[in-house]
T-cell receptor, first 115, second 113 residues
């Protein structure tokens, strides 16, 4: 069955600390992988996505994620977080080539950054 | 940058009442979706819609739910007779289909009392 696991429900960091949020997935087939972010009171925004090619993808605001196929993982990283990164982060997956492909989401990780 | 919009942002209703949640997808998009997130749980897929018909629906999307594109801009989710367990944040999303990326609205928080 398709599923996404995000192991950290709430992460609290100080500004300038490094961030890594874990995401593991289970999916029967080739996948597209996404990280979405939801800032307080705002809509889900696409942070970055992986479809194919270089497994290290860079997104907006200095975020990057690495697809490790052997580990079924797509962890999100940022070398130095800022207070403005406080938000909820969602990992999601759907099937490659599925135009209408429903997204399977993880539970989300709430990141709080203290100034 | 064009965005998906949703109204209302919050809705409170009594159990058994009908609610309609509204979405305006991005104008050149052809694929539309509803998802929901019950507090503390995962964002869950409800339904996808293309070419004026449902393409896929989840097990959650039972006969109490329906979707419609009543005109060229709106996409609605109707819950016929709300239950307490329908309380959730409902997200609309749209896609142009070419880049397999779905763009989400801000959500409607529905509370059923």
């Amino acid at each position: 069955a398709q599923s996404v696991s995000q192991h950290n429900h709430h992460v609290i960091l100080s500004e300038a600390a490094s961030l890594e949020l874990g995401c593991n997935y289970s999916y029967g087939g080739t996948v597209n992988l996404f990280w979405y972010v939801q800032y307080p009171g705002q809509h889900l925004q696409l942070l970055l996505k992986y479809f194919s090619g270089d497994p290290l993808v860079k997104g907006i605001k200095g975020f990057e994620a690495e697809f490790i196929k052997s580990k079924f993982s797509f962890n999100l990283r940022k070398p130095s977080v800022q207070w403005s990164d406080t938000a909820e982060y969602f990992c999601a997956v759907n099937g490659r080539g599925s135009t209408l492909g429903r997204l399977y989401f993880g539970r989300g990780t709430q990141l709080t950054v203290w100034p | 940058e064009p965005e998906v919009t949703q109204t209302p942002s919050h809705q409170v209703t009594q159990m058994g009442q009908e609610v309609i949640l509204r979405c305006v997808p991005i104008s050149n998009h052809l694929y539309f979706y509803w998802y929901r997130q019950i507090l503390g749980q995962k964002v869950e897929f409800l339904v996808s819609f293309y070419n004026n018909e449902i393409s896929e629906k989840s097990e959650i999307f039972d006969d109490q739910f329906s979707v419609e594109r009543p005109d060229g801009s709106n996409f609605t989710l109707k819950i016929r007779s709300t239950k307490l367990e329908d309380s959730a944040m409902y997200f609309c999303a749209s896609s142009d289909g070419r880049v397999e990326t779905q763009y989400f609205g801000p959500g409607t928080r529905l509370l059923v009392l």
